[in-house]
C-alpha cells in the first residue's frame, strides 16, 4: 500500500509511569504500527497490557515518554526519554575513554615519559568531537521534539487557514469590492477564518471511552454531550448545532427526542451511541474505540460493531478498535496487533494472523475462542502462555522481526528461525 495512505503511524512508543522516586511501570514499551486510510486496526491484549494506555498518549492526554506520534505525516507527540539517554551513553562513552587516556599518560609519567604522546592527544580529541556532534544532534532532536509537541495544533491551525486564504483571496480579488456579493463572500471568508484558527488536528481523532458510564457528564443533556466539541470548537450558529446533534443522533440510530435526556435514562448500549455521536461530530478521520462493546450484552455488542462498521463505510472512518480478545477483532479488523505486558508481540493483517499465529502468546489468545461445534468444544484445550518458560532472552535478545508480508513478530533470533520453518512447513 501506498505510504501517503498512512493516516497513524507509531513509532517506539514508550509511555513510563512512575511508581515512587525509583520505580518505573513501563505501561507502553517499544510499541511500533501504522494504520492506514480507511482501515480498521486490532489492537488485542490481556487486562492492564497497555491498550487503553496507547490510545490515551496518542490523543495526548499523557506526555509520552519517548517515540513519536504522527498523524497524516505530521508529528502530534514526541516523547524525549530516548534523546537524553543517547546524550547520557555518549558522556559515559568519552568519560570511559578520557579515563583510559588519563591512564596511559599517569603510567608514561611513572616510566618518566613528561611529553603526553601525540595519538594520546588524538583520542582525547577524537573523544571530545564525538561527544560534541552527539550533544549537538540530541539538544536539536529534544528542540524540535518539543516544538511538535507542544504546537501541532497551532502549526496545524496555521496550515488550514493559509487554505481558508487560499480559497477566497483569489474569489474575492475577481469582485468588485463594492459589490453585495463581494461582502457576502467576505462575511463567510471571515467566518471560516475563524473556525480555521481554532482547528486543531488533535480533533481530526476521537476516541470512545472503555467506561461509557463514567465518560458521559450525568448533569449534562445527551444533547450538550454531543454538542461540546462543536461549541469548543467556536461554531456558535444554534440552528447548525442543532441540526447536527439531530443528524448524529440519527446516524447512531437514537432519534431527537433523546436530545433533552440525560445519560443515567439509557441503557448501556444506548450510552455508547451517546459516545459514538459525540466522537464523529467533529468529522473526525480516526475513532480509537477503546473496548466499547466489552460492557455490554453480546446481542447488543454485534448491534454496536455493525453501527461503527456502518459509520466506517459512510463517513469513510479509519478506526483503532481495542478489545481484550481476539474474537471481536476477527471479522471486524484489517490488521491486528496483540500486546502483552506493554509491549507488541505480534503484527499482522487478521488473514494472516489467523492462518498463521507464531507467538505463543496469540496462539494462548486463539484458543480460547470458542467455536461454535460441540464436538470441537468438548476437547478444545486452553493454551496458557507462560513467558518464562517459552523464551530464553538471557543472551539472545528479543526485537521486532519481520517474517514476510508485513507479519511481525517479537522474538529473538533462534525463536525467529524457529518461527520461519514453521511458517513454511
Ligand atoms: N495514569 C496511570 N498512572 C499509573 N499507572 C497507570 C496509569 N494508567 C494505567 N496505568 C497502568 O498501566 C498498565 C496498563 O494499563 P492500561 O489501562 O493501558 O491497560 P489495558 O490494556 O487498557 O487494560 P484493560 O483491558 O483492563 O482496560 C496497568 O498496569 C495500569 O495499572
Ligand atoms: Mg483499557
Known amino acids: 500500500m501506498d505510504n501517503n495512505d498512512v493516516l497513524l503511524k507509531v513509532e517506539n512508543l514508550c ?61 502530534i507527540c514526541a516523547g524525549i526519554r530516548s534523546y537524553k539517554d543517547a546524550v547520557r551513553a555518549a558522556k559515559a562513552e568519552y568519560r570511559q575513554e ?23 592527544s588524538e583520542r582525547l580529541k577524537n573523544a571530545e568531537e564525538k561527544l560534541h556532534a552527539v550533544m549537538v544532534e540530541q539538544t536539536a532532536n529534544i528542540k524540535s521534539a518539543k516544538f511538535d509537541d507542544k504546537y501541532c495544533n497551532k502549526q496545524y491551525a496555521e496550515t488550514q487557514m493559509q487554505k481558508v486564504r487560499e480559497n477566497f483571496e483569489p474569489q474575492l480579488a475577481a469582485l468588485n469590492p463594492e459589490s453585495a456579493e463581494y461582502k457576502e463572500l467576505e462575511k463567510q471568508f471571515k467566518e471560516e477564518l475563524r473556525l480555521a484558527k481554532k482547528d486543531r488536528i488533535m480533533n481530526k481523532m476521537q476516541m470512545i471511552f472503555q467506561d461509557p458510564i463514567a465518560s458521559l457528564d450525568p ?103 481495542i478489545a481484550h480478545d481476539l474474537s471481536v477483532v476477527k471479522y471486524f479488523s484489517d490488521k491486528i496487533g496483540v500486546m502483552y505486558f506493554g509491549k507488541m508481540v505480534e503484527l499482522a493483517t487478521s488473514d494472516e494472523l489467523f492462518a498463521h499465529p507464531l507467538h505463543p502468546y496469540t496462539k494462548s489468545l486463539l484458543s480460547a475462542i470458542p467455536v461454535p461445534d460441540p464436538d470441537y468444544e468438548k476437547n ?29 513478530i517479537y522474538c529473538n533470533e533462534a525463536e525467529f528461525e524457529r518461527y520461519k520453518a514453521e511458517i513454511n512447513s
Open 15 to 75: 509511555q513510563y509511569f512512575k511508581m515512587g522516586p525509583t520505580m518505573e511501570l513501563k505501561a507502553v514499551d517499544n510499541v511500533s504500527f501504522e494504520v492506514h486510510k480507511g482501515e480498521v486496526f486490532g489492537l488485542v491484549g490481556e487486562s492492564g497490557c497497555g491498550k487503553t494506555t496507547t490510545g490515551r498518549s496518542i490523543i495526548k492526554l499523557y506526555d509520552i515518554t519517548s517515540g513519536n506520534v504522527y498523524f497524516e505525516g505530521q508529528r
Open 98 to 120: 578520557a579515563g583510559e587516556v588519563k591512564k596511559l599518560i599517569k603510567e608514561d609519567r611513572k616510566n618518566g615519559v613528561t611529553e603526553v604522546r601525540a595519538e594520546y
Open 219 to 321: 448533569r449534562m443533556t445527551v444533547r450538550d454531550i454531543i454538542a461540546e466539541g462543536l461549541i469548543i470548537r467556536g461554531v456558535r450558529n444554534k440552528k447548525y448545532i442543532d441540526e447536527q446533534v439531530y443528524k448524529m443522533l440519527d446516524l447512531v440510530g437514537l432519534v431527537p427526542e433523546h436530545a433533552n435526556r440525560y445519560p443515567h435514562e439509557f441503557s448501556g448500549g444506548q450510552r455508547q451511541r451517546i459516545g459514538i455521536a459525540r466522537a464523529i461530530i467533529l468529522n473526525p478521520d480516526l475513532i480509537i474505540a477503546d473496548e466499547p462493546i466489552s460492557a455490554l450484552d453480546v446481542s447488543i455488542q454485534a448491534q454496536v460493531i455493525n453501527l461503527l462498521n456502518d459509520l466506517r463505510n459512510s463517513l469513510g472512518l479509519t478506526i483503532m478498535f
Open 380 to 408: 478444545r484445550k486452553r493454551i496458557v502462555y507462560n513467558p518464562i518458560a517459552e523464551h530464553d532472552y538471557s543472551v539472545d535478545k528479543p526485537v521486532m522481526r519481520d517474517i514476510g508480508n508485513g507479519h511481525l
